[in-house]
């Protein structure tokens, strides 16, 4: 015992510990004294004080206890037990490649049945699940469209939502203002208009990049969203613009009676029918951005984008044109936020400014970061335990029983997400998904494996 | 070849370059023949990397011109430059750290033709046997000898006429500088590849270079064929002496 007492730094003795813990409970007794254990309420007459001296004890009670366990297992000892989720974490970052590939199969063939799936089990709340599901997916769509900017191309975009507002005022205009126009023509119009405004953004700030390019991209956001704001009698200013048509399917309108897409193929009218129609086009919608960008990452222009993320200078050397390298990556994110915005729109059938404020943005930005920058099922993943995992704790009982019957975690969405970005930033600082793919593979790889294990060589 | 011969490739005349109100060459010509290796030489901030960027055409001569296999490139940007058959090794490497080796030398061949890909992979591999273990790993990961034979590796997957090499030897222990050098000595003899040099590390530039100049202050102050000025004693006593190779 003495001879491992001797090794022990002092530090981590257990002394050392309950010390520490003691001093920070003191702390809380005294800077809680005023704010915890005494409690001023107006009173006939002036103010009385009351005492609440066990919520005071328990918060010293929790503090010490607290400190003392972080002292005893992670701070103060030589094997923190953040180690292992640290390691753990790595773990799963080796093993990625295949995990990955399968991950996203599964989540893939779940993806395509899922309506079916919540329609049959949930019936109850299908409509609510299928709901949840759509706006998960618009977050991966548009998470995927910033991806090619700030993940491949690596230039950090902060007004992206800028992208999906003009997708979103296109589609609503132009339905608006002209009758034949429905969601499946407009859809490419929008798609092309927000491209034309992503490479309108990215002229002036091509000669700039990190932060300067950051601020900038954010103030092109919100000149987006003040225009929409005022310009009242094209965009409507705060009223935003209503009557949006819905989609229909090759003309057949999700609507009861006759000619209706129940009546056409004999099925019972059900609203249910226009939600799961309207995961589908999502879905659709995000598939082919991901295909989209999968396929141009292994194309010259894609390969050119992740060159430049790396490093310009070495870029031009090798004579690349970043001026069109930067455009096309602008151009093409944006049009994927202009899809993505027209579907917001359909779906909403409603749109005005505050659908788009930098929160959005911000959203979006942390849904890419947090996945892990560049990687696509990242942001599949961030999407869900972001956007669905808030929207989960709201049908979490005992929530609102500890936090009081008005608690609503939407509302702590940002503290949420900050908490996140936290720890993500601590535990795998390249995001959850932090593993690069390569896009080439040597063609000849197995016969190499071959040669070398003949020779002895291979491991 | 023979009828170009007296044409040099590369005619660097009386550039001036600039940065802002800093003057960083005054009035430099070089000359790099078809099939040379020629190398400069000059202290830290002679200019010497100016002129290699200046050829590049970042920074723009404000004075003087390039002119490289019969057209001016004084004012092109860079990336077309680049496509005229000059690959460059810039200072500090700049090869792409998250990339895999293969990717990097992928991004070289970005303006050739896809059926050369195959055959120059084998060429640089060959060169370069390194690389080939190297293939699948991360750019970053590499040691810094290693990292600078991708740079060059992926200079040469451009399949260039004028080969640029901006200090090769920077921060690599004499063994490797010595493999390098090997290389771009065995591309020149074998392909007829023009190198041209920029090296502080004079005692090797020279051996290998054909010619040399040495660069102060912005200005070519001598030149010569590489074994001359070896022998040079203001060469030796402000490059050479003094445990400087």
Redesign the interface.
């Known amino acids: 015992m003495s001879a491992v007492s001797t090794n022990v730094n002092p530090e981590n003795s257990f002394q050392a510990s309950i010390k520490d813990a003691l001093l920070a409970a003191f702390l809380t007794g005294v800077l809680g004294f005023y704010f915890l254990a005494l409690r001023t309420d107006i009173a006939p007459g002036g103010l009385a004080i009351t005492t609440r001296w066990g919520l005071w004890l328990s918060a010293i009670a929790i503090v010490f206890a607290g400190r003392l366990l972080l002292n005893l297992f992670v701070w103060r000892t030589d094997k923190p037990i953040t180690r292992g989720l640290a390691s753990a974490g790595s773990g799963v970052g080796t093993a990625l490649p295949d995990l990955g590939k399968w991950l996203g199969r599964v989540l893939f063939a779940f993806a395509v049945v899922l309506p079916f799936f919540f329609i049959i089990f949930f019936p109850a709340q299908q409509r609510q699940y299928i709901d949840l599901a759509i706006l998960i997916m618009t977050y991966i769509m548009l998470g995927w469209g910033l991806n090619i900017v700030v993940g491949l191309a690596g230039l950090l975009d902060l007004g992206y939502v800028a992208f999906y507002a003009v997708g979103a005022y296109s589609f609503a205009l132009l339905s608006t203002h002209f009758e034949f126009i429905g969601f499946w023509t407009a859809l490419p119009l929008a798609g092309l208009l927000a491209a034309f405004w992503g490479l309108i953004l990215g002229f002036p700030v091509l000669r700039l990049r990190g932060d300067y390019l950051a601020i900038v991209t954010l103030a092109f956001g919100e000149i987006i969203r003040v225009v929409l704001l005022n310009w009242y009698e094209f965009t409507g200013g705060p009223n935003g613009i209503s009557g949006i048509p819905k989609p229909t399917f090759f003309g057949l309108e999700f609507s009861r009676g006759e000619g209706g897409f129940a009546d056409f193929f004999g099925l019972e009218f059900s609203t249910i029918h226009r939600f799961v129609y309207l995961y589908y086009i999502i879905f659709l919608l995000a598939i082919i951005t991901n295909i989209v960008t999968m396929r141009l990452r292994r194309l ?1 222009v894609g ?2 984008w ?2 430049l ?3 310009e ?10 001026t069109n390298t930067k455009l096309t990556a602008f151009a093409i994110g944006a049009m994927f936020g202009g899809f993505a915005g027209s579907f917001f729109a359909t779906r909403q059938g409603f749109i005005s400014p505050e659908s788009f404020t930098f929160l959005e943005s911000a959203i979006i930005l942390a849904i890419v970061v947090l996945g892990g920058l560049g990687s696509q099922i990242g942001v599949v993943i961030a999407s869900i335990v972001m956007i669905g995992g808030i929207e989960m704790l709201r049908n979490i009982g005992f929530l609102s029983q500890i936090f009081g019957p008005g608690f609503d975690p939407t509302q702590y969405r940002m503290l949420i997400f900050g908490l996140a970005m936290v720890l993500i930033m601590v535990w795998k600082p390249r995001g959850l998904v932090s593993t ?1 793919e ?5 063609k000849e790889k197995k016969k190499i494996g071959a040669d070398m294990v003949a020779q002895g060589e291979g491991h | 070849m023979s009828t170009t011969a007296q044409t040099p490739l590369l005619s660097v005349r009386g550039v001036e370059t600039y940065y802002g109100k800093i003057v960083a060459l005054r009035g430099v010509d070089v000359d790099v023949n078809r099939g040379e290796i020629v190398t400069l030489i000059g202290a830290n901030g002679a200019g010497k990397s100016t002129l290699m960027m200046t050829i ?1 055409g ?1 920074p723009q001569a404000r004075t003087g011109s390039v002119i490289y296999d019969g057209t001016d490139i004084t004012m092109m ?4 430059i ?2 005229l058959g000059i ?2 090794s ?1 200072e500090g490497r ?7 080796v ?2 990097n030398l ?3 061949a ?2 050739v033709a896809p059926e050369h890909f195959d055959d120059d992979l084998r060429k640089v591999y060959e060169l370069f046997p390194r690389l080939k273990e190297r ?2 790993q991360r750019g970053g990961t590499l040691s810094g000898g290693e990292q600078q034979m991708l740079a060059i590796a ?2 040469l997957m ?1 399949r260039p006429k004028l080969l640029l090499l901006d200090e090769p030897s920077l921060g690599l222990a004499p063994l490797i500088v010595k493999q390098i050098f090997e290389a771009v000595k065995e591309l020149n003899r074998t392909e007829g590849l023009t190198v041209f040099l920029v090296e502080q590390n004079a005692f090797h530039a020279l051996k290998l270079a054909h010619r040399g100049y040495v660069m102060v202050n912005g200005n070519i102050t001598m030149s010569g064929t590489g074994a001359e000025l070896l022998k040079r004693e203001e060469v030796r006593a402000a490059y050479l002496e003094g445990g400087r190779h």
């Open positions: 010259p390969r050119a992740e060159a993320r790396e490093d200078i070495a870029c031009r050397s090798l004579g690349i044109n970043t690069r390569p896009s080439a593979v040597l | 590049c970042s940007p860079t990336h077309e680049m496509r690959a460059q810039p700049r090869i792409f750290p998250r990339m895999t293969l990717e992928q991004m070289g970005q303006l293939a699948g992926r200079a451009s």
